[in-house]
């Protein structure tokens, strides 16, 4: 079984920072991708960013409205994966999960929520 829990929400002014931080209970190997979804009212969950550690090396994808602003990292030895948000945006407000791929099956935190100020 695996748990996620997000921490680090909260409310920003445009132009201003924010970092997520999600801490994973279970078996999760470094291979397995772990990433950061949001999902905006009235809209559809959509990726934010991904990262998987293959040969000692982070490979990260990254939504293309996130794409130099924000930053995806992994700690394997503490199952962890932090999300830093930069330059952010009134349209960046959604509340943001953290997702693992385990086994072909996905697992989700609950969600912060993260509101950007115009």
């Known amino acids: 079984q695996v748990q996620l829990v997000e921490s680090g929400g909260g409310l920003v002014q445009a132009g201003g920072s924010l970092r997520l931080s999600c801490a994973a209970s279970?078996?999760?190997?470094?291979?397995?991708?772990m990433g950061w979804y949001r999902q905006a009212p009235g809209l559809q969950r959509e990726l934010v960013a991904t990262?998987?550690?293959?040969?000692?090396?982070?490979?990260?994808d990254y939504a293309d409205s996130v794409k130099g602003r924000f930053t995806i990292s992994r700690d394997n030895a503490k199952n962890t994966v932090d999300l830093q948000m930069n330059s952010l945006k009134p349209e960046d407000t959604a509340v943001y999960y953290c997702?693992?791929?385990?086994?072909?099956?996905?697992?989700w935190g609950k969600g912060t929520l993260v509101t950007v100020s115009s």
């Open positions: 997702n693992v791929i385990r086994r072909g099956m996905n697992y």
């Open positions: 990262i998987v550690s293959r040969g000692g090396t982070n490979y990260a």
């Open positions: 279970g078996s999760i190997f470094s291979f397995n991708p």
